[in-house]
T-cell receptor
């Protein structure tokens, strides 16, 4: 019973196309996060949310939008995908506080051609 | 701004070797410090954390001690196993419920 799930797990998109990555959590956590992982850069924060209806910009938000329609769901949207957005994307949830422990999903591998 | 530096990009050891992965941070105050582990094909998993000077965090034989004086949180394990092969991330917690991750260290343990 994975607490953070992501869909799709793999995606091939064309340049200029719209891509939506979805994340669902059953931890009942207030906070959710989107990261991308690239060799040599580790995990970089794209967007995050403190609860339904809220989205905040992370360190690398350009080219990405986020949507948090409910406590459980958090989406990452690439309106006009570019090859530089080829990466592995991870969603995480956390219950907040400066000692916030985050729990990650299995990742989505995105290839933009 | 807040940041974490992991100096080793890759570490190669044999089983029963001693492991040290270095982590240094830059931040004001006493941020929480974390270690995460990522196995191939999976998302990062929380390993342990510490939030006060001299506090030791530990899990699964791994440990690290929060050192405010040297701004460090080095990961150590006395005797590694092949199953410990993974990527290890040090992270720092900010006041905005955000984690700042280091670039990761890939550990390979040969039998």
């Amino acid at each position: 019973e994975a607490a953070v799930t992501q869909s799709p797990r793999n995606k091939v998109a064309v340049t200029g196309g719209k891509v939506t990555l979805s994340c669902n959590q059953t931890n009942n956590h207030n906070n959710m996060y989107w990261y991308r992982q690239d060799t040599g850069h580790g995990l970089r924060l794209i967007h995050y949310s403190y609860g339904a209806g809220s989205t905040e910009k992370g360190d690398i938000p350009d080219g990405y939008k986020a949507s948090r329609p409910s406590q459980e769901n958090f989406s990452l949207i690439l309106e006009l995908a570019t090859p530089s957005q080829t990466s592995v994307y991870f969603c995480a949830s956390g219950d907040g506080g400066s000692q916030d422990t985050q729990y990650f999903g299995p990742g989505t591998r995105l290839l933009v051609l | 701004g807040d940041s974490v530096t992991q100096t080793e990009g890759q570490v190669a050891l044999s089983e029963e070797d001693f492991l040290t992965i270095h982590c240094n941070y830059s931040a004001s105050g006493y941020p929480a410090l974390f270690w995460y582990v990522q196995y191939p094909g999976e998302g990062p998993q929380f390993l342990f954390r510490a939030s006060r000077d001299k506090e030791k965090g530990s899990s699964r034989g791994f440990e690290a001690t929060y050192d405010k004086g040297t701004t460090s949180f080095h990961l150590r394990k006395a005797s590694v196993q092949e199953s410990d092969s993974a990527v290890y991330y040090c992270a720092l917690g900010s006041n905005y419920n955000v984690l700042y991750f280091g670039s990761g260290t890939k550990l390979t343990v040969e039998p």
